[in-house]
């Protein structure tokens, strides 16, 4: 046997195994970032919805917020979507696990109220891993309160990670947004009754 073919064969079969490890990764960072982008998105898309609803809280209604129970629920009156004064909902449900994602830590955000000028609330269901809203009776964010008539300022906190996973140990792309959100009609008095 001829030295020269046995160690082009060699050269050429570590090469081979080389090319395909550096394939193999690069497929794998591209899921990843793929992950990434669409774990933003969905981030982005909930961070729209709730800085809306949130800093429109008491517009065209003397009532300001109906229900707060941190750090999980939050319910008040608003007129979202300039058709007139509704109700809107948020709720992390950080006991109902979600059953169409492999993510063990996906729980639901429950958003009830309108979607559109339409007339009615419907539900809409978000996959987050965590979600907090924490009310202050300043608007700097110093004093926390839990009295609803007192809020004058709130801290909303979102994590949020990938439906699956892309690698073997489980690891799911997080992203996490937390903004302090002072609504405009929080800042006035609710007139006496």
């Known amino acids: 046997m001829n030295m020269g073919i046995v160690t082009s064969f060699l050269v050429g079969g570590l090469l081979l195994l080389t090319m395909l490890q550096f394939n ?3 497929m794998q960072n591209t899921s990843q970032t ?6 933003k998105k969905h981030m982005e898309t909930v961070r729209k919805i709730i800085t809306h609803d949130i ?35 948020w709720q992390f449900k950080e006991n109902k696990k979600v059953k169409d994602t492999a993510n063990p830590d996906d729980r639901v955000l429950m958003r009830v109220g309108p979607v559109s000028k339409s007339n009615g609330n419907k539900p809409t269901r978000y996959n987050v891993v965590d979600f907090s809203i924490t009310g202050y009776s ?10 609803k008539d007192q809020i004058k300022s ?38 006496q009754n």
């Open 138 to 147: 300043d608007i700097y964010g110093n004093t926390e309160t839990t009295d």
């Open 154 to 191: 709130l801290l909303i906190k979102i994590v949020y990670e990938a439906p699956e996973s892309m690698s073997k140990d489980d690891n799911y792309p997080r992203t996490v947004w937390q903004k302090h959100i002072v609504p405009n009609n929080l800042q006035f008095d609710q007139p």
């Open 34 to 39: 793929t992950l990434d982008v669409n774990s």
């Open 55 to 89: 800093n429109r809280i008491g517009f065209g209604e003397n009532n300001k917020i109906n229900a707060f129970n941190p750090p999980h629920f939050i319910n008040f009156k608003a007129n979202i979507y300039g058709s007139g004064t509704k109700t809107v909902k």
């Open 24 to 26: 193999n990764q690069v």
